[in-house]
């Protein structure tokens, strides 16, 4: 009997063959720990991490106020001969090089009564973090403002055991700050001493105005009121109101001094005619 002659060199080729077709067809979809496929972009995180704010572009600040708006909050433009009134309520914008970024617009007007200046600042955040988005990122630029601002903590205003703390003394000659006054009169507190009376000239906010966090307003807001000395003698004050919504964040301030000096600006009339105006411009940006 003839017997065939056994090639190994030809079934190692055919192993070899099949191997590779086996390992092409494995690979076409990508294998998981447990045999099966996956897919890198269904349910990643990838998908939302960087997501991009719902604002590609700004407001024109200085068109974005209606002619009533200015007249309630710069009073002394109405008695000015019509070509500067015209001229107060266009505003000055501000000097930018992006205006689909950063924008801003100023008034002001001088009256018998008192001066008024108005001051709205635009700032669209761009995130280029890829795992952040641009409203994370807007977050973060705002909280940095409200820390800025040093309102009152609800945290240190009651601490964790229940007992009320003192205010820190002032240092010898220093003057206690605004911020520092308010932050002694936040509701829920019952200091030991009497805090140090406000320095001459800078009174107190009246209770219910301090600086504080806003409810309903964009997705974040606060307001500041800083009263000062403007020279030698006169007093001005200036409410801030800052807020974001999605990836912008807005910053108005409107300020007043009165032309007598024995006279206070008005915290509570400032603070509503601010937010107000807040609250127009947010409506503004969602439409």
Not at 58 to 64: A, K, V
Not at 167 to 188: E, Q, T
Not at 260 to 271: A, F, G, I, N
Request: glycine share 10%.
């Amino acid at each position: 009997m003839q017997r065939r002659a056994y090639v190994p060199g030809v079934a190692a080729l055919l192993a070899a063959l099949t191997f590779g077709v086996a390992g092409l067809t494995g690979c076409s979809a990508g294998s998981g720990p447990d045999g099966g496929t996956t897919d890198s972009k269904a349910g990643g995180p990838s998908d939302t991490a960087g997501r991009p704010g719902k604002y590609r572009t700004l407001l024109e600040p200085c068109g974005s106020l209606q002619r009533s708006t200015l007249k309630d909050l710069l009073p002394g433009a109405a008695l000015l001969p019509e070509e500067q009134r015209e001229r107060v309520y266009r505003g000055t914008p501000a000097v930018t090089y992006d205006t689909d970024r950063r924008a801003g617009c100023s008034w002001k007007s001088e009256g018998p009564d008192a001066s008024h200046q108005l001051t709205l600042d635009f700032e669209r955040v761009v995130s280029y973090d890829p795992a952040v988005s641009d409203d994370d990122r807007a977050q973060q630029v705002y909280a940095e403002k409200e820390t800025a601002a040093g309102l009152p903590s609800p945290q240190a205003a009651a601490p964790a055991d229940g007992t009320a703390q003192s205010p820190a003394p002032p240092a010898s000659g220093a003057a206690a700050s605004p911020a520092s006054s308010a932050a002694a009169g936040a509701p829920g507190t019952t200091p030991r001493s009497t805090p140090s009376p406000a320095p001459t000239g800078s009174p107190a906010t009246p209770e219910g105005l301090e600086p504080r966090v806003l409810a309903d307003l964009g997705d974040a807001a606060f307001i500041d009121d800083v009263l000062a000395r403007a020279g030698s003698t006169a007093r001005h004050r200036t409410v801030s109101v800052v807020f974001r919504t999605s990836n912008v964040i807005v910053t108005i301030r409107y300020g007043e001094q009165p032309a007598r000096v024995t006279e206070v600006p008005d915290s509570k009339e400032l603070q509503e005619k601010a937010q107000g105006l807040a609250r127009n411009l947010a409506d503004s940006f969602d439409e």
